[in-house]
C-alpha cells in the first residue's frame, strides 16, 4: 500500500482529495503509482467522481470556415487553468465536427460532411467516440439518462426534409421515436406526431424529463412542454407570466426548476423559481441588476443564466467577449469567447460506458479527436 | 472498500472505533472525577430527566455557552480545551457531548498539542456560525445511477441571496490553511479522527487544489510516494491519456 503521506489513509486521500480533481488532474495522478491507478479506475470511484464534477456551460468553440473547421470543447471552468490571463483551456479538439446535444459527459455531435452527414457520439474526457449510423433517419430532438435502467437514450424524430416528401423510409412513422444508445434495435416509435413543435427547440433535463420553454412568441403562450422520460408521454406546464419580451433560459438552482428572463432595455435579469411543482406556481425569487460594465444592449447579445456549485452564475456574451456576474450584479470575470448556439452543459465522465465498444465504428484517442 | 462503506460510495461519517474508544475513554476518566448520579451511559438519552442533581447538558447552542469547555488531551499529553459551541463542529465531540460523556478529559490520541491547538482555533472561529443541519445537507452524497429522484430532494446546498460570506470566514480560511505540507496533513488527519466536516473539507480541497497542473513526478515529491511503475509502463499510461499529460 502506498498512501498519499505516510499517515494519510487510503480513505481520504482517494474518497476526499482525488475525487475531487478534473479528469484532466485525476488522469495525471493515475500515473503517480499503481495503487492509485487501480483505486481510480474502479467504476464505483468514477461514478462518484462523475457526481461530484460541476455543470458548466460549453462555449462556442468552433474554428476555421465551415469546410476546414475544428471544434474546441471548451467549458466555463476556470478551475482547471487559464491558458491566458481570460483564455480558458480547451478539453478536447474535434476535426469536421458539429455539436448538438449534451447529457452529463457524453455529447452528440453530427458530422460537416454533406456527402455524408451523420451522427456521432462522444465522451471528450475518456477520448471515445462512435458514429451512430443507426439513426440515420432522423434528427435529435434531446438525450437524457432513463433512470430505471441507466441507458442513455436520445429522442428522435424522423427528419423532417423526408417526412414532408412523403420519404419516409419503409416501416417508420411519424412522430416521436426513442433509441437506447448501444442498442441493437432500431429507434422505437413512440407517437406524439403533434410534439414536431418543440424538436428543434433548446431543451433541458430536470428531473427525469425533458423542458422545452415555449415563450410568448409561441401560440400557446407562457407554457412549458415537457416530455417524461419514464412514462414517454408529453405534456404542457405553466411557465411564469413574464412582465415583457427578453432573452429567458431554463435551469435548476437548489433542485427546483428555475426560469431566468433578461429584459435588455432595463439591462435587469428577473429570477423565477417554480417553487410549487405540483400546482405549477412560479415565485419572482429577485432581480439582478446588470452591472455597468456591461454595454447597452444594441441587439447583438447572448445571455445564459445557470447554476453550478451552488452558484448562480450569469453570462453576458457580446462581441468576443464573456462577462460572468454573480447574483448580486457583480462582475466576477470577463473571458474571450462566445456562448454556444444552444445552452449546452458539460459534466465531465471518466465513467466507461458501455455502449461505446458496443457500436460499430468505435475509436477512442484517434481522429476525429485531434 | 472496508465493510462500513456507505452503499452509495462515500465513506462513513464517522469512524466506529474511534469514537467507541473516546466514549470508553471518557466514561473510566469520568468514572474517577466526581461522580454523576445518571451512570446508566448504556442508553444514550437525547432527553434526559431533570430530576437528576447534575443538568445534563443538551445539544443547544445557548446551553452549551454555559457549560465548562471541554478538555482534549493530545498524543504529547498536553490539554486543550475547547468551548462547547465549538466543539459542537466536531461530530464526534458531539455526539460525546449528547451523551454525556463529555465531562472528562477526552484523548485524541493520534494528534499533537501544536496540530490540535490549530484545529480548536478554526473550531472557535466558525462555532458561533456552525448550523449541524447545513452541513448535513451539503455531506450527501451524490449517489451513483440509476437514481430516483423526486421533486424534493436537494443535492446541492441552497444558493444564499445576500452575501454567502458575511463573517469574513472564507478569507480567514485562506489564511488558516496556508500551512507546510506536514502541519496541511496532519490537520487533515486530526479532523478526520474527529469528524469535522467544514475543516476536512477545506484542508482536502486545499490539497486537491494543490495538486491540479503539478507533474506526476512532482505530486510524488510532494506526498512521498515511490514510482512503482517500470519506465514503460508509465510511457504507455502517458501515451494513453496524452491529452492529460500536455503543458
Keep these: 500500500m502506498a498512501?498519499?503521506?505516510?499517515?494519510?489513509?487510503?480513505?481520504?486521500?482517494?474518497?476526499?482529495i482525488l475525487i475531487r480533481l478534473d479528469p484532466k488532474a485525476l488522469l495525471r495522478c493515475r500515473a503517480v503509482c499503481r495503487d492509485w491507478l487501480r483505486a481510480t479506475s474502479t467504476r464505483e470511484f468514477l461514478v462518484v467522481h462523475h457526481g461530484r464534477q460541476p455543470t458548466l456551460p460549453l462555449l462556442n468553440g468552433y474554428n476555421g470556415d465551415v469546410d476546414d473547421q475544428t471544434l474546441d470543447i471548451i467549458s466555463l471552468d476556470h478551475q482547471t487553468g487559464l491558458v491566458a490571463a481570460d483564455q480558458l483551456q480547451s478539453i478536447a479538439r474535434l476535426d469536421g465536427m458539429h455539436l448538438l446535444r449534451s447529457c452529463d459527459g457524453l455529447l452528440i455531435l453530427c458530422t460537416n460532411n454533406i456527402d455524408d452527414r451523420h451522427y456521432a457520439i462522444c465522451n471528450p474526457a475518456t477520448r471515445q467516440y462512435a458514429p451512430l449510423r443507426q439513426i440515420d433517419d432522423f434528427e435529435v430532438s434531446g438525450m437524457y439518462l432513463h433512470r430505471s435502467t441507466g441507458e442513455y437514450r436520445l429522442l428522435l424524430y424522423p427528419c423532417p426534409a423526408k417526412v414532408r416528401n412523403a420519404e419516409l423510409p419503409h416501416g417508420l412513422h411519424d412522430g416521436c421515436h426513442v433509441f437506447t444508445l448501444g442498442s441493437c434495435e432500431p429507434p422505437r416509435h413512440i407517437g406524439?406526431?403533434?410534439?414536431?413543435?418543440?424538436m428543434f427547440e433548446a431543451n433541458m433535463l430536470f428531473h427525469g424529463s425533458l423542458l422545452w420553454y415555449m415563450g410568448p412568441e409561441n401560440i400557446k403562450k407562457d407554457i412549458i412542454r415537457v416530455f417524461d422520460t419514464t412514462a414517454e408521454s408529453f405534456r404542457h406546464m405553466q411557465a411564469p407570466v413574464l412582465p415583457?419580451?427578453?432573452?429567458?433560459?431554463?435551469?435548476?438552482?437548489?433542485g427546483m426548476l428555475t426560469m431566468a428572463s433578461c429584459n435588455y432595455a432595463a439591462a435587469v435579469?428577473?429570477?423565477?423559481?417554480?417553487?410549487?411543482?405540483?400546482?405549477?406556481?412560479?415565485?419572482?425569487?429577485?432581480?439582478?441588476?446588470?452591472?455597468?460594465?456591461?454595454?447597452?444592449?444594441?441587439?447583438?447579445?447572448?445571455?445564459?443564466?445557470?447554476c453550478s456549485d451552488e452558484a448562480?452564475?450569469?453570462?453576458?456574451?457580446?462581441?468576443?467577449?464573456?462577462?460572468?456576474?454573480?447574483?448580486?450584479?457583480?462582475?466576477?470575470?470577463?473571458?474571450?469567447?462566445?456562448l454556444s448556439h444552444e445552452p449546452l452543459r458539460l459534466k465531465q465522465s471518466l465513467v466507461l460506458h458501455t455502449f461505446f465498444p458496443a457500436l460499430e465504428g468505435y475509436v477512442v484517442n484517434d481522429l476525429p479527436f485531434m | 472498500m472496508d465493510s462500513t462503506a456507505d452503499p452509495k460510495g462515500k465513506r462513513p461519517l464517522y469512524q466506529e472505533d474511534g469514537l467507541a474508544y473516546a466514549r470508553a475513554a471518557a466514561a473510566a476518566a469520568s468514572a474517577t472525577a466526581a461522580a454523576a448520579p445518571d451512570e446508566e451511559e448504556a442508553k444514550p438519552k437525547p432527553k434526559p430527566s431533570s430530576s437528576s442533581e447534575e443538568a445534563k447538558p443538551e445539544p443547544e447552542a445557548e446551553d452549551q455557552a454555559e457549560m465548562p469547555p471541554l478538555v482534549l488531551v493530545a498524543e504529547d499529553g498536553v490539554e486543550v480545551s475547547i468551548s462547547r459551541r465549538a466543539a459542537r463542529m466536531s461530530h464526534m465531540l458531539r455526539l460525546l457531548m449528547e451523551d454525556s460523556c463529555a465531562d472528562g478529559p477526552i484523548p485524541a490520541p493520534n494528534v499533537h498539542s501544536d496540530i490540535l491547538d490549530l484545529v480548536v482555533q478554526y473550531c472557535e472561529k466558525h462555532g458561533p456560525y456552525y448550523d449541524p443541519e447545513a452541513s448535513e445537507r451539503a455531506r450527501n452524497p451524490f449517489p451513483p445511477f440509476p437514481v430516483e429522484l423526486t421533486p424534493t430532494v436537494s443535492s446541492i446546498k441552497p444558493v444564499t441571496y445576500v452575501d454567502p460570506d458575511p463573517h469574513?470566514?472564507?478569507?480567514?480560511?485562506?489564511?488558516?490553511?496556508?500551512?507546510?505540507?506536514?502541519?496541511?496533513?496532519?490537520?487533515?488527519?486530526?479532523?478526520?479522527?474527529?469528524?469535522?466536516?467544514d475543516l476536512l473539507d477545506l484542508g482536502t480541497t486545499t490539497v486537491a487544489d494543490m495538486m491540479r497542473g503539478k507533474k506526476p513526478e512532482e505530486i510524488r515529491e510532494i506526498f512521498e510516494i515511490e514510482n512503482d511503475y517500470t519506465p514503460e509502463q508509465e510511457a504507455e499510461l502517458r501515451k494513453e491519456n496524452a491529452w492529460a499529460f500536455e503543458d
Aim: contains cysteine; proline residues 6%.
Design chain 1, 269 to 306: 435579469i428577473g429570477i423565477w423559481v417554480l417553487q410549487d411543482y405540483e400546482n405549477e406556481i412560479w415565485t419572482l425569487k429577485c432581480q439582478i441588476r446588470l452591472p455597468a460594465e456591461v454595454p447597452k444592449f444594441d441587439g447583438d447579445w447572448d445571455v445564459l443564466v445557470t
Design chain 1, 192 to 198: 406524439w406526431p403533434e410534439a414536431r413543435e418543440v
Design chain 1, 244 to 254: 415583457g419580451p427578453g432573452e429567458t433560459n431554463l435551469f435548476e438552482m437548489d
Design chain 2, 168 to 197: 469574513g470566514l472564507k478569507d480567514w480560511d485562506k489564511d488558516f490553511i496556508s500551512l507546510d505540507n506536514s502541519t496541511l496533513f496532519e490537520v487533515i488527519l486530526a479532523a478526520n479522527y474527529l469528524n469535522i466536516e
Design chain 1, 312 to 338: 448562480v452564475l450569469v453570462l453576458v456574451a457580446f462581441g468576443y467577449k464573456i462577462l460572468q456576474i454573480d447574483i448580486d450584479g457583480k462582475l466576477v470575470a470577463t473571458f474571450h469567447g462566445r
Design chain 1, 3 to 16: 498512501p498519499l503521506h505516510p499517515g494519510l489513509p487510503d480513505e481520504i486521500a482517494i474518497w476526499e
